[in-house]
């Protein structure tokens, strides 16, 4: 007896469900509805980078937990955090001015890690940038973000701009996700 979607073989009749003539094991079922639940929570998003997102931050998290160390991962996880959450489609690496766009709006990700002692950040006033996607990443792995119009960012001259985290809480631009 094999599950007729994967070809593996099934162990006993308790391993899945016979219907229309065929095999379909639980971990094919199960398997599917996890990818249901992920289409809901990320709907514009490859669901290969998503797993692999979950799974980077599954093992940052292990690291953390067994060694008392994090990984400095942070501003890769922020930038895929952006890309499956809020649908932006990110430059080459290396490219100068934005990290990538979200429709035609040119958009620059800033991450907070856990280790930060302050919740500021600063992002370069040169950027080529109409968008400011904050992500912020608890102790706990827990992501936060938030999207900011360029022009409710401090007027200055110095070379940079500062953010603190809790100046603009816009609900709708707020989210938390795995």
Known sequence: MRCSMTGQPLRDTSDGIYDDGEWISWDWINGHIADQELRGEFPNANLEVVKIFQELVALADAYKRET???????????ELYA???????????????????IGNDWVEVKTISPEKLNEVIQV???????????VKISEDFEFDARLIDRKLLRKGKGKH???RWGEHQD???????P
């Open 161 to 163: 701009a500062k953010l």
């Open 171 to 177: 609900p709708a631009a707020k989210d938390t996700a």
């Open 68 to 78: 008392g160390r994090y990984l400095q991962i942070w501003g890769e996880l922020g």
């Open 124 to 134: 370069k006033r040169a950027g080529n940038f109409n968008k400011l996607l904050v």
């Open 83 to 101: 890309e499956i959450k809020f649908g932006v489609v990110r430059h080459r690496p290396g490219t100068q001015g934005s990290d990538g766009r």
